[in-house]
């Protein structure tokens, strides 16, 4: 998932508007990341199914109940 399908999540849970400021890389950033679940879904039968939305949702949610926002 590209991080500005995270913050655009964010942004409509939260109802409001990120302030970004794209810089270039900085020393010891990481470019790309990559996961393969495969072994998981053979192995276990896991079936990823949460959205982002409903993931950031979710976590949002938790966490003005935790914070009591």
Do not use: C
């Not at 399908?5 to 810089?23: G, H, S």
């Not at 053979?42 to 926002?69: A, H, L, M, Q």
Request: aromatic share 14%; no cysteine.
């Amino acid at each position: 998932v590209k991080l500005m399908d995270y913050i655009d999540a964010l942004e409509t849970v939260l109802e409001k508007k990120a302030k970004i400021n794209f810089l270039p890389l900085q020393k010891g950033d990481v470019p790309d990341t990559y996961s393969n679940v495969n072994n998981f879904k053979n192995d276990i039968n896991y079936k990823p199914s949460t959205t982002v939305i409903d993931g950031v949702s979710k976590f949002v949610e938790w966490y003005k109940d935790y914070y009591r926002i």
